[in-house]
């Protein structure tokens, strides 16, 4: 998320979710507005049985396979940097 409001902030008129992180017993909630992150919030529990994460973006000149792109190059350089030198 830091690459994308940094990169394309002006743009993003709205980003919310529930995001499931790895020891955390409920998700976590975010919030943006343009370059504005709001401090993620641990929730205790989740609302119903599905555990999965769920983002809504909300943009103005930016198209949903440009913002996958750009997650699926951040994660290919967090794998990598994760790997054994």
Do not use: Y
Not at 15 to 34: E, I, N, S, T, Y
Not at 40 to 55: A, G, N, V
Not at 72 to 83: E, I, N, P
């Amino acid at each position: 998320m830091a690459v994308l409001t940094g990169l394309r902030g002006a743009d993003l008129l709205r980003v919310k979710g529930l995001v499931a992180v790895a020891g955390c017993r409920g998700p976590v909630v975010v919030h943006a507005v343009q370059h504005v992150a709001h401090r993620p919030i641990e929730l205790e529990s989740w609302p119903d049985d599905d555990r999965r994460s769920r983002l809504v973006f909300i943009t103005r000149n930016l198209a949903k396979p440009q913002v996958e792109q750009l997650f699926a190059a951040v994660t290919g350089v967090a794998r990598a940097s994760d790997a054994p030198v």
